[in-house]
């Protein structure tokens, strides 16, 4: 295992309405497009990011070729590999040409910032939110992790305005 399971860090996500974030004068820095969770077997913890970022890309509409940006949580070295090979084989995501781009954790991931606990989602959103920020071309990101054993969860974000 090579993660480092604890280290410091702290964050907060306002998640509202447009009109809310208007009227208490709040800075708009994405919008939430679509979402997904999926459960495997705790055997197979780590993989389940895969099949809950092909949900969220049939409820956004999407293809994984449309995504600009992508923050994968990868707590081991080794889940990012069978996300790799599953996302290929069964969904047609190609998840290695993706990193091989640079759109993959292009400021460092988990294993390079931490996994502070209970902040990793929230990291994960600010770091998507502000590489999208950074490349005025970008449309679409996606924010996926793996916890508790078998869960996965997947957000498509949409950068504001596009």
């Not at 447009?18 to 780590?46: K, V």
């Amino acid at each position: 295992f090579n993660a480092c399971g604890r280290s410091d860090g702290a964050a907060v996500v306002i998640v509202t309405s447009e009109e809310r974030a208007r009227d208490l004068d709040l800075e708009i820095l994405a919008e939430i497009h679509s979402w997904g969770f999926w459960g495997t077997s705790p055997a197979y913890m780590g993989i389940a990011p895969v099949f809950a970022t092909s949900l969220a890309l049939d409820r956004a509409g999407a293809r994984f070729s449309e995504l600009d940006h992508i923050e994968l949580h990868e707590a081991f070295a080794a889940t990012c590999l069978s996300i790799f090979k599953v996302g290929k084989e069964k969904y047609r995501q190609n998840w290695d040409a993706a990193n091989e781009q640079g759109i993959i954790n292009p400021n460092g991931g988990t294993l390079a910032l931490g996994h502070p606990l209970a902040a990793t989602g929230a990291r994960l959103l600010l770091n998507l939110i502000f590489a999208m920020q950074e490349d005025p071309h970008s449309r679409l990101g996606l924010a996926a992790a793996c916890a508790s054993g078998g869960l996965g969860g997947a957000m498509i974000l949409k950068r504001y305005g596009s």
